[in-house]
Structures are given as C-alpha cells and as structure tokens.
C-alpha cells in the first residue's frame, strides 16, 4: 500500500512539458518593386528588457507581465527578430536586396539597428513602438532615423497567441523599414 501511495504522489510531481515557441514571416500585400537602394542588413535588434528573456511573458494581467515557466522562446528572442525581420524585408524588396544576419556586409550596404522599445498587450490590441536607424556606407549620405508605433488586434493572450502577434508587429515595421531604405539611391 506504501507503494502505491509513493508511486501515485511521484506520478503528479511530474511537470508539464514544455512549449516551444518561434515567429513567423508576414506576407506582405506586395514586393517593393521600385527599391533601387544598395543590399540592407539588419546589423542590430535590442528588445525591451523584460522581454529579454528565453521564457515568453504573460501580459494579460494590466500592468504586470507574468513569466510563463513552460512556455519558451526557440532562441533568444532578439536573435528571432532580427532573423525574421531579414525574412520579412526579403519578402518585400526584390531579390538580392538583403543580406541575412550572419553573413558578411558587403561595402557599401545600408546596415540597419533597430531598438524595440516597448511590446504591450492591452485587451484585445498588441502594440509596439519601435525606432531604427539606418546607416548607410562611410561617406555616402547621411543616416535616416525613424520611430513607429504599430498596432495589431490579437486573438489571445496565450503565449501562441503572444508569438503571433510579435510576428504581425515586425512585418509591419519590415514595412516602414522597406519604405525608409527605398529612399537611399545607390552609389
């Protein structure tokens, strides 16, 4: 009989398993077909502190973001952004005109940092304000700054739903970005 009850009370120690969690690539609506710029990278991609973090953050309770212990991030989630972000651009410029993260820059390329600011869910809306520089070769032209505040309705708070919506939000400012590198001529 002790046994069985030794047995049964190891049986619910067991934890949950795991959930693993990544971004998804938003299709755009259309291929920035007039971009005439010189190849972009994504050089840099800061997230905001507390999202910082390889679990992902439950921020359904107003104000407060809670740690979601079985819910994990693929990667450091700077590193997905910046990845998905490339993705994203590539979908939207014509082909040739990015260069992903991990390969060298080329001279004469437009490199690009991005700081995400802030990422808050309120209701049933995530939104996300984000600022970029982009920086072209030495000697070219000048940088160009830009802030944005995106918005995106969310279908949950879940953290599959959290996921969904940091990907929305980033193909939306693979928009602004494609429409603010398009304005550099090439050299």
């Known amino acids: 009989m002790l046994a069985c009850t030794i047995a049964v009370a190891l049986g ?8 693993i969690h990544g971004l998804d690539t938003a299709v755009p609506a259309s291929r920035l077909q007039t971009y005439q ?20 953050l439950d921020p359904s309770a107003p104000g ?6 079985f819910d994990h991030w693929s990667a450091p989630l700077a590193q997905l952004a910046r990845q998905t972000l490339s993705v994203d651009l590539d979908l939207r410029l014509p082909s040739g005109s990015v260069i992903y993260p991990r390969l060298p820059k080329l001279v004469g390329s437009l490199g690009i940092n991005i700081d ?17 520089l982009i920086v072209p070769a030495a000697g070219s032209q000048n940088a160009k700054r830009n ?7 969310m279908t949950s708070t879940e953290p599959s739903g959290v996921a969904q919506a940091w990907s929305d939000l980033l193909g939306q ?6 429409a603010d590198a398009a304005s550099f001529g090439k050299p």
């Open 12 to 19: 619910a120690c067991r934890s949950s398993p795991t959930r």
């Open 37 to 56: 710029a010189p190849p972009l990278r994504i050089d840099t991609v800061n997230v905001p502190a507390a999202w910082d973090r390889i679990e992902v």
């Open 64 to 69: 407060r973001l809670g740690i979601r212990e």
């Open 116 to 132: 995400i600011l802030e990422f808050r869910v309120s209701g049933s809306e995530a939104s996300m304000q984000a600022s970029w």
């Open 147 to 153: 802030v944005a505040l995106l918005r995106d309705a």
């Open 173 to 178: 400012l693979a928009d602004h970005i494609a």
